[in-house]
């Protein structure tokens, strides 16, 4: 069964610009993932990189490059096109993010996040 997380603040938020979000239940070193927002639309991505798997972050919000061109990892530099997640440089070596459904409903924002559990639910013993 899908678990829906509303991001309504998104909305209104700069364009372009981007936001972590946590799991309440959760534990991440970072956010457990991240929307941007760009040319009115918005993408979500689990806050994996494909490199070694570490946050994009080391600022919170900070996903995007200088220019706000790219989603950019700070920890070895790999770049991301914004609208797919695809890698576009740097050692992700053509892997990109994970993106997750988002819905815009009536009033809401929501975004899907069973993936994000899934992928970063720390493994049962
Ligand atoms: S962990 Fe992201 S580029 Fe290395």
Not at 26 to 42: H, I, M, R, Y
Not at 67 to 81: L, S, T
Not at 82 to 111: F, R
Request: hydrophobic share 45%; charged share 20%.
């Amino acid at each position: 069964m899908s678990e829906w997380m509303v991001i309504d603040a998104m909305r209104d938020a700069a364009d372009p610009s981007a936001k972590g979000y946590k799991l309440d239940d959760l534990v991440t070193s970072g956010a457990a993932f991240f929307v941007v927002k760009k040319d009115s639309q918005l993408h979500a991505y689990v806050n994996q990189c494909p490199h070694v798997g570490a946050p994009l972050e080391w600022i919170p919000d900070q996903f995007l490059d200088a220019d706000a061109q790219f989603i950019q990892c700070a920890v070895h530099g790999a770049a991301f096109v914004i609208d797919d997640g695809a890698c576009a440089g740097g050692p992700c070596n053509g892997v990109g993010l994970t993106a997750l459904p988002l819905l815009q409903e009536g009033d809401h924002v929501k975004v899907d996040v069973t993936t994000v559990r899934e992928l970063l639910s720390p493994p049962a013993i």
